[in-house]
């Protein structure tokens, strides 16, 4: 199985707040990775006719996720991954989007628990 290039990060890219960090503690990778699957399936599997609109950009890290890897849309999709669209996603292409999504998450909740950890640290300075 073919492994999709994860994005770099960007100041102006989508970020995960408080709510979505607590959901991933809470419900852990598993969870995360069957409700990426759930949501793929339901907004991407088939062509949509609302293509472009159907996947909102907050409430669920999962929808962060899909803008910051340009896969909210089969249009984009198409462009970035190089997945055609105009045809239903075969279960190995949900596979890559899915697992591509759920890295996009753990590495943004790592690089929130290590810029936590620094600012930790850097509060020791003033004390």
């Known amino acids: 199985m073919r ?15 408080d709510q979505d960090f607590i959901l991933v503690e809470e419900n852990g990778v598993a969870t ?9 399936e339901d907004k991407l ?11 909102p950009y907050a409430g669920n890290p999962v929808y962060k996720a899909m803008h910051a890897c340009k896969c ?4 984009e999709i198409s462009r970035a991954h190089r997945i055609p669209a105009g045809r239903d996603l075969r279960n190995q292409e949900v596979d890559m989007i899915v ?11 790592n690089f929130f628990k290590e810029e936590e950890r620094a600012q930790q640290s ?3 300075e003033y004390s």
């Open 3 to 17: 492994k999709l290039q994860l994005p770099g990060r960007s100041p102006e890219g989508p970020k995960l707040n």
């Open 32 to 40: 995360l990775k069957q409700m990426a699957r759930e949501i793929v």
């Open 45 to 55: 599997r088939e062509q949509p006719e609302n293509d472009g609109t159907q996947t």
């Open 72 to 75: 909210s849309s089969r249009r």
């Open 99 to 109: 697992n591509l999504l759920t890295r996009w998450i753990i590495r943004e909740y």
């Open 122 to 124: 850097n509060l020791g």
